[in-house]
């Protein structure tokens, strides 16, 4: 069949969601989505761990390069065990904990981050801030175990901080855990705020690389369009989301469809359009205004 023979081609074209609203440059992972981004709103702007501020105890924040095995290999889902972890396994370096009890010890430790966060901030809400732009800031360098820690202190002080779900949904998107990645950018959607455009493009690319792993992806592109529908209904304007919806189109086979939204992308910032989605889409058909040779 067409359309399955041609998943493979397209895992190598599949776009991510560039926003246009940050600016941190480019590292090892490459696939970063939100991080992955140009512009003057940005969140990560060349802060380092010297530059923060002294808010916590030493056995609160650990130390950057630190030497630990990933806890995303061998923490397959996050989830709630209601037990403490296993010796030799440490809970900061794991999405929201991975959902295990904490020890008496880890406990007073949180309580001792806490007031010293609140005597160093406004509120916990903007300390959750503080810690959460780290997190991207770690996450820029690839560190991604700091990178979780400082999203797991961003949860502790405040667990409706959008951020920190979509932080973490990107370092688990970028280690191939996509069901976990999908569970994350969910929670942040779910919390009562503005409608935020990005993060559903963003979570519409991880169920399009979901969709290019499953010979039976219709759920998983259904979810894709359904996100890039509402993202375009928000802002009109964000070309990647149309360049999104165009490979969701190639993959249903969709062709009409997928050149459509190019056009509309194009037609809205030529700069931003994907030339390796437009190379495949001029595989599939020719350009029906013919624009593209």
């Given at each position: 069949m067409l359309l399955r023979k041609n998943k493979t081609l397209l895992k190598n074209i599949i776009i991510f969601g560039f926003c246009s609203t940050l600016s941190i440059g480019g590292f090892a992972q490459q696939i970063v989505l939100k991080s992955q981004t140009t512009g003057s709103n940005s969140l990560v702007k060349g802060t380092n761990l010297a530059n923060e501020k002294?808010?916590?105890?030493?056995?609160?924040?650990?130390?950057?390069?630190?030497?630990?095995?990933?806890?995303?290999?061998?923490?397959?889902?996050?989830v709630i065990v209601n037990k403490t972890a296993p010796i030799g396994i440490d809970i900061n370096l794991i999405p929201l904990y991975g959902g295990f009890t904490k020890t008496e010890s880890q406990e007073i430790d949180d309580q001792m981050f806490i007031s010293d966060c609140d005597k160093q901030f406004k509120s916990r809400a903007e300390a959750s801030a503080f810690f959460s732009k780290m997190g991207w800031d770690y996450l820029a360098e690839g560190d991604k175990n700091t990178a979780i820690h400082r999203f797991n202190l961003s949860w502790l002080l405040n667990n409706e901080n959008v951020e920190t779900y979509w932080g973490l949904g990107v370092i688990e998107f970028q280690s191939e855990n996509f069901s976990n990645a999908i569970k994350l950018m969910n929670k942040g959607l779910e919390i009562p705020s503005e409608p935020n455009y990005v993060l559903m493009a963003d979570l519409a690319t991880v169920y399009i690389k979901t969709a290019l792993n499953n010979p039976n992806s219709m759920i998983e592109t259904a979810n894709a369009r359904n996100l890039l529908t509402k993202s375009l209904e928000i802002q009109p304007k964000y070309t990647p989301a149309y360049m999104q919806l165009t490979l969701v189109s190639i993959i249903e086979n969709k062709l009409d469809d997928a050149w459509v939204s190019f056009h509309q992308g194009y037609d809205l910032n030529p700069k931003e359009i994907n030339f390796e989605i437009l190379a495949e889409l001029l595989k599939r058909k020719a350009d029906p205004k013919g624009v593209f040779k």
């Open positions: 002294k808010t916590t105890s030493n056995s609160s924040v650990i130390k950057t390069k630190q030497e630990a095995p990933s806890m995303l290999e061998s923490i397959a889902e996050v």
